[in-house]
Protein backbone atom coordinates (compact mmCIF):
# COMPACT_ATOMS: atom_id res chain seq x y z
CA UNK A 1 0.00 0.00 0.00
CA UNK A 2 1.57 3.35 -1.12
CA UNK A 3 1.26 6.08 1.54
CA UNK A 4 -0.17 9.12 0.24
CA UNK A 5 2.20 11.97 1.48
CA UNK A 6 -0.22 14.25 0.58
CA UNK A 7 -3.45 12.85 2.15
CA UNK A 8 -6.65 12.95 0.83
CA UNK A 9 -9.06 15.93 2.62
CA UNK A 10 -11.85 14.67 5.11
CA UNK A 11 -13.82 17.47 4.94
CA UNK A 12 -15.13 19.32 2.43
CA UNK A 13 -13.90 22.90 4.39
CA UNK A 14 -10.83 21.43 5.73
CA UNK A 15 -8.61 24.11 5.42
CA UNK A 16 -4.37 23.37 4.61
CA UNK A 17 -1.43 23.94 3.18
CA UNK A 18 0.73 21.41 2.49
CA UNK A 19 3.41 19.86 -0.45
CA UNK A 20 6.24 18.02 -1.29
CA UNK A 21 9.61 19.11 -2.60
CA UNK A 22 12.94 16.52 -3.55
CA UNK A 23 15.98 17.61 -2.28
CA UNK A 24 18.81 17.65 0.24
CA UNK A 25 18.53 19.18 3.68
CA UNK A 26 21.79 21.08 4.96
CA UNK A 27 21.68 21.91 8.77
CA UNK A 28 22.68 25.47 10.48
CA UNK A 29 24.98 24.17 12.26
CA UNK A 30 25.76 20.52 13.48
CA UNK A 31 24.01 21.55 17.13
CA UNK A 32 21.36 23.13 15.07
CA UNK A 33 19.50 20.47 13.20
CA UNK A 34 16.08 21.33 13.47
CA UNK A 35 17.17 24.64 11.51
CA UNK A 36 18.53 25.25 7.86
CA UNK A 37 18.02 25.30 4.43
CA UNK A 38 16.57 22.80 1.99
CA UNK A 39 18.07 23.08 -1.22
CA UNK A 40 16.20 21.52 -4.21
CA UNK A 41 17.55 19.56 -7.69
CA UNK A 42 18.22 23.03 -9.20
CA UNK A 43 20.21 24.35 -5.98
CA UNK A 44 17.73 27.05 -5.13
CA UNK A 45 17.48 27.33 -1.15
CA UNK A 46 14.72 27.40 0.96
CA UNK A 47 15.14 28.36 4.60
CA UNK A 48 14.08 25.21 6.43
CA UNK A 49 12.69 24.43 10.03
CA UNK A 50 12.51 20.56 10.81
CA UNK A 51 9.11 19.96 13.20
CA UNK A 52 10.11 17.53 15.97
CA UNK A 53 8.17 14.98 14.56
CA UNK A 54 10.53 14.95 11.41
CA UNK A 55 13.26 15.43 13.68
CA UNK A 56 14.16 12.27 15.05
CA UNK A 57 13.02 11.01 11.66
CA UNK A 58 15.90 12.78 10.55
CA UNK A 59 18.41 11.93 12.97
CA UNK A 60 17.42 8.11 12.64
CA UNK A 61 17.19 7.59 9.20
CA UNK A 62 18.55 10.38 6.78
CA UNK A 63 22.01 10.84 5.01
CA UNK A 64 22.44 14.23 4.70
CA UNK A 65 24.28 13.70 1.68
CA UNK A 66 21.14 12.08 -0.42
CA UNK A 67 17.74 13.95 -1.30
CA UNK A 68 14.54 13.15 -0.07
CA UNK A 69 11.12 13.99 -0.99
CA UNK A 70 9.80 16.52 2.07
CA UNK A 71 6.64 16.62 3.02
CA UNK A 72 6.64 20.26 3.58
CA UNK A 73 3.84 23.28 5.45
CA UNK A 74 4.72 26.49 3.31
CA UNK A 75 4.48 29.50 5.01
CA UNK A 76 5.38 33.45 3.25
CA UNK A 77 5.14 36.88 3.88
CA UNK A 78 5.61 37.54 -0.07
CA UNK A 79 6.17 35.83 -3.12
CA UNK A 80 9.76 36.50 -3.09
CA UNK A 81 10.52 34.59 0.46
CA UNK A 82 9.14 30.99 0.87
CA UNK A 83 9.79 29.13 4.33
CA UNK A 84 9.24 25.83 4.76
CA UNK A 85 8.60 23.70 7.70
CA UNK A 86 9.24 20.21 7.60
CA UNK A 87 6.35 17.19 8.82
CA UNK A 88 8.04 14.15 7.10
CA UNK A 89 9.89 12.15 4.88
CA UNK A 90 8.22 10.15 1.93
CA UNK A 91 9.85 7.81 1.42
CA UNK A 92 7.96 4.65 0.04
CA UNK A 93 11.19 1.60 0.74
CA UNK A 94 12.25 2.78 4.25
CA UNK A 95 9.24 4.34 5.71
CA UNK A 96 6.66 2.63 4.25
CA UNK A 97 5.91 -0.82 4.32
CA UNK A 98 6.93 -1.60 1.02
CA UNK A 99 9.47 -4.67 0.26
CA UNK A 100 12.99 -3.58 -0.02
CA UNK A 101 13.69 -4.88 -3.42
CA UNK A 102 11.59 -2.43 -5.28
CA UNK A 103 14.16 0.27 -4.61
CA UNK A 104 14.79 0.83 -8.39
CA UNK A 105 11.83 2.33 -8.57
CA UNK A 106 11.25 5.83 -9.85
CA UNK A 107 10.07 8.20 -7.11
CA UNK A 108 8.89 10.99 -9.40
CA UNK A 109 6.61 7.63 -10.99
CA UNK A 110 5.46 6.80 -7.80
CA UNK A 111 3.91 10.77 -7.23
CA UNK A 112 2.63 10.40 -10.44
CA UNK A 113 0.09 7.41 -9.61
CA UNK A 114 -0.89 9.46 -6.61
CA UNK A 115 -1.24 12.45 -9.29
CA UNK A 116 1.25 14.27 -7.05
CA UNK A 117 4.75 15.83 -8.54
CA UNK A 118 7.98 17.47 -7.06
CA UNK A 119 7.33 21.07 -6.01
CA UNK A 120 2.90 20.40 -5.78
CA UNK A 121 1.47 22.07 -2.94
CA UNK A 122 -2.04 21.55 -1.85
CA UNK A 123 -3.57 25.20 -0.43
CA UNK A 124 -7.80 25.12 1.00
CA UNK A 125 -8.78 28.21 3.03
CA UNK A 126 -10.07 31.68 2.08
CA UNK A 127 -9.37 34.11 -0.59
CA UNK A 128 -9.03 37.09 1.51
CA UNK A 129 -6.86 39.79 -1.20
CA UNK A 130 -6.45 39.66 -4.93
CA UNK A 131 -4.06 42.09 -6.15
CA UNK A 132 -4.68 42.25 -9.70
CA UNK A 133 -2.15 44.83 -11.04
CA UNK A 134 0.66 42.81 -9.34
CA UNK A 135 -1.32 39.15 -10.01
CA UNK A 136 -1.22 37.94 -6.33
CA UNK A 137 -3.80 36.48 -3.87
CA UNK A 138 -3.78 35.99 -0.70
CA UNK A 139 -5.29 32.85 0.67
CA UNK A 140 -6.07 32.80 5.07
CA UNK A 141 -5.38 29.01 6.50
CA UNK A 142 -7.22 28.47 9.80
CA UNK A 143 -5.81 25.21 11.13
CA UNK A 144 -7.68 23.03 13.47
CA UNK A 145 -6.02 23.69 16.56
CA UNK A 146 -5.49 20.32 18.25
CA UNK A 147 -3.04 21.65 21.10
CA UNK A 148 -3.26 25.34 23.07
CA UNK A 149 -0.23 26.25 21.23
CA UNK A 150 -0.74 29.24 19.66
CA UNK A 151 1.71 28.95 17.25
CA UNK A 152 -1.04 27.18 15.37
CA UNK A 153 -2.80 30.45 14.87
CA UNK A 154 -4.12 31.48 11.69
CA UNK A 155 -1.77 32.19 8.82
CA UNK A 156 -1.99 34.02 5.68
CA UNK A 157 -0.38 32.53 2.08
CA UNK A 158 1.26 34.92 -0.83
CA UNK A 159 0.65 33.29 -4.00
CA UNK A 160 1.39 34.30 -7.54
CA UNK A 161 -1.99 33.69 -9.80
CA UNK A 162 -5.12 35.88 -11.03
CA UNK A 163 -8.70 34.63 -9.36
CA UNK A 164 -11.96 37.15 -9.85
CA UNK A 165 -12.25 39.60 -7.08
CA UNK A 166 -15.89 37.99 -6.84
CA UNK A 167 -14.49 35.15 -5.37
CA UNK A 168 -13.42 37.40 -2.36
CA UNK A 169 -14.25 35.23 1.04
CA UNK A 170 -14.67 32.36 -0.84
CA UNK A 171 -12.99 29.06 0.27
CA UNK A 172 -11.08 27.94 -2.70
CA UNK A 173 -9.02 24.64 -3.28
CA UNK A 174 -5.65 25.62 -5.07
CA UNK A 175 -3.38 23.57 -6.71
CA UNK A 176 -0.18 25.24 -6.63
CA UNK A 177 3.65 24.79 -8.10
CA UNK A 178 6.79 25.67 -6.06
CA UNK A 179 9.30 28.07 -8.73
CA UNK A 180 12.30 29.03 -6.69
CA UNK A 181 10.55 31.13 -3.71
CA UNK A 182 7.26 31.63 -4.94
CA UNK A 183 3.98 29.76 -4.53
CA UNK A 184 2.16 29.79 -8.27
CA UNK A 185 -1.38 28.84 -8.72
CA UNK A 186 -2.04 25.80 -11.39
CA UNK A 187 -6.14 25.80 -10.74
CA UNK A 188 -8.65 26.32 -8.52
CA UNK A 189 -12.04 25.01 -6.99
CA UNK A 190 -14.43 27.01 -5.54
CA UNK A 191 -15.58 25.17 -2.61
CA UNK A 192 -18.12 27.63 -0.89
CA UNK A 193 -18.60 30.20 -1.90
CA UNK A 194 -18.77 33.97 0.41
CA UNK A 195 -18.66 32.01 3.44
CA UNK A 196 -18.84 35.66 5.50
CA UNK A 197 -22.55 35.77 4.90
CA UNK A 198 -23.15 32.45 6.11
CA UNK A 199 -21.48 32.74 9.18
Known amino acids: MLKNPIPKVTNQLQHRAIGIINGKFTPINSEELNRGFLIDNKDEKIETVILGKALSLLKKHIDLKKSYYWIVYPK ?10 VAGIWDPYQLNDFPNNSSKTNFSKLLEELDLKDNYFSVRGELVFVNTQKK ?3 IKICPVIKS ?5 KNFKLVI ?7 LLHSFVSLDINRDGNSLKLIKYEVVEKNLSKNN
Open 160 to 166: KGELSLE
Open 148 to 152: KNLKN
Open 136 to 138: EIV
Open 76 to 85: NKNTQSLHLQ
